[in-house]
């Protein structure tokens, strides 16, 4: 089965800090994601990856940048967090145009 | 541009009962994907269904069967016999075929199941 793991279930930081949010997979897939999840809202794309060093800008690119140096692994970077990121952050793997594979989320709390 | 559209927040069923949960789609995609995911309180998200729009037949998974209807746009999950375990948010989710599209499988909103005993 395919793995996808992210670096913290559960993280708060302070507005202004810059926050890493890590995803790894294991099953080289070559497209990942990173989704906002929020109520009432379902899950908004970020951005996706798919291939290394490319990237490409979701729905809701804004206040955030990426980095895929290795294929299986893609982080997520908040510049300057502020209190409008406070959300769950899912990350995502698939190979080709196939079904997504997800992490387990992490709950970030912007103070 | 693809929408998904889950219109019941949420939703209760009895035990052993069967239930649906909604979905519609709007797509100019020719050929697309639709997929339903599980989301329990833990958080991680659980792919239960695939429906292909151009498969002749409605796709079923176990307990989980979708009901498409092409002419209208509708992809509606069944569930029969929930079970208690079967609480969680459920999300409609659609995928174009074509390469930009491919990469972008867009959610809707989501639609929380409560099972009662």
């Known amino acids: 089965d395919v793995k996808v793991t992210q670096s913290s279930r559960y993280l708060v930081k302070r507005t202004g800090e810059k926050v890493f949010l890590e995803c790894v997979q294991d099953?080289?897939?070559?497209?990942m994601f990173w989704y906002r999840q929020d109520p009432g809202l379902g899950l908004r794309l970020i951005y996706f990856?798919?291939?290394?060093?490319?990237?490409e800008k979701g729905d809701i690119p804004e206040g955030y940048s990426v980095s895929r140096e290795k294929k299986e692994r893609f982080s997520l970077i908040l510049e300057s967090a502020s209190t409008n990121q406070t959300s769950m952050y899912l990350c995502?793997?698939?190979?080709?145009?196939?079904?997504?594979?997800f992490g387990p989320g992490t709950r970030l709390t912007v103070l | 541009a693809q929408k998904i559209t889950q219109t019941q927040p949420g939703m209760f069923v009895q035990e052993k009962e069967a239930v649906t949960l909604d979905c519609t789609y709007d797509?100019?995609?020719?050929?697309?994907?639709l997929f339903w995911y599980k989301q329990p309180s833990s958080g991680e998200m659980i792919f239960l269904i695939y429906?292909?729009?151009?498969?002749?037949q409605n796709a079923t998974e176990g307990r989980y069967s979708l009901n498409f209807q092409k002419a209208r746009k509708s992809a509606n999950l069944v569930i029969s016999a929930s079970q208690l375990g079967d609480s969680a948010m459920y999300f409609c989710?659609?995928?174009?075929?074509?390469?930009?599209?491919?990469?972008?499988?867009?959610f809707g909103s989501g639609t929380q199941l409560t099972v009662l005993p």
């Open positions: 099953m080289d897939h070559e497209n």
């Open positions: 989710a659609m995928r174009g075929d074509f390469l930009g599209s491919a990469r972008q499988l867009t």
């Open positions: 429906q292909g729009s151009y498969d002749q």
């Open positions: 995502a793997s698939s190979f080709q145009g196939r079904r997504r594979f």
């Open positions: 797509t100019s995609d020719p050929s697309y994907g």
């Open positions: 990856s798919y291939d290394v060093k490319m990237k």
